[in-house]
């Protein structure tokens, strides 16, 4: 299709090299998510929203399997891979919240220690033959404890076998900074909270 139309190839290339030209000027900027403001009842926050000095460059994210990256697809979510980061936040308003961390997202409404079975609904395995792993099933990891670490505070609660996620209730103040979470077992397996889940507390 694109050799049928280079005119609009062109257009498109041109218009993606200017919007890339514009947003990472921005990188090393700080650039907060809002949490707790009244237009949005519960705010979802993402690993692929997650911030890391150290993040080391690669050429081609695709082949990397080990843990030295930041999270930023579904593909690395079912595997259970990924170096944790942290999340930039600003609180606008100063309130009790209800956080809850969460190695699945809730349309999946599975437990953090699952896995997922492969499966070929929903998906064309006959296209991408090489990556298919990045599309169907989900790995299990065995964690026992949830970490939450907002600006010098940490708060732990243990993991059970059924949980799906876990809830902390913190008093956070208006403006911004940083979030933390992870799953660990209390050994050497560490991964952050995939899906961070923010809404204002019932009083």
């Given at each position: 299709?694109a050799a049928q139309h280079?005119?609009?190839?062109?257009?498109?290339r041109?218009?993606?090299e200017?919007w890339?030209a514009?947003?990472?000027?921005q990188?090393?900027?700080s650039?907060?998510i809002?949490?707790?403001?009244?237009?949005?009842e519960?705010?979802c926050l993402?690993?692929?929203?997650?911030?890391?000095?150290?993040?080391?460059?690669h050429?081609?994210p695709?082949?990397v399997?080990?843990n030295s990256?930041?999270?930023?697809?579904?593909?690395?979510?079912?595997m259970?891979v990924?170096?944790n980061?942290?999340l930039?936040v600003?609180v606008e308003?100063?309130?009790?919240?209800?956080?809850?961390?969460?190695r699945?997202?809730?349309?999946?409404d599975?437990?953090?220690?699952?896995g997922?079975e492969?499966?070929?609904e929903?998906?064309r395995s006959?296209?991408?033959?090489?990556?298919q792993?990045?599309?169907?099933g989900?790995?299990a990891?065995?964690?026992?404890?949830?970490?939450?670490t907002?600006?010098d505070q940490?708060w732990?609660?243990?993991?059970g076998?059924?949980?799906?996620g876990i809830v902390?209730i913190v008093?956070?103040?208006q403006?911004e900074?940083?979030?933390v979470?992870?799953?660990s077992?209390?050994?050497n397996l560490?991964r952050g909270a995939y899906y961070?889940?923010?809404?204002k507390?019932e009083?």
């Open positions: 299709i280079p005119d609009v190839v062109a257009t498109l041109n218009d993606y200017a890339w514009l947003v990472s000027e990188f090393d900027d650039i907060p809002s949490i707790g403001a009244d237009q949005e519960e705010a993402r690993a692929h929203d997650w911030r890391h000095p150290d993040n080391p460059k050429t081609d695709d082949v399997e080990d990256y930041l999270v930023f697809q579904q593909g690395q979510i079912r259970g990924g170096r980061g942290y930039e600003m308003q100063s309130a009790r919240y209800e956080i809850e961390l969460r699945w997202p809730k349309e999946e599975r437990a953090i220690v699952d997922i492969e499966s070929e929903g998906w006959d296209i991408i033959v090489d990556r792993f990045y599309y169907t989900g790995k990891l065995p964690f026992t404890q949830a970490t939450l907002i600006g940490a732990t609660k243990p993991v076998p059924k949980d799906k902390f008093n956070l103040s403006g900074t940083r979030l979470s992870s799953f077992n209390g050994a560490s961070v889940y923010v809404r507390a009083r």
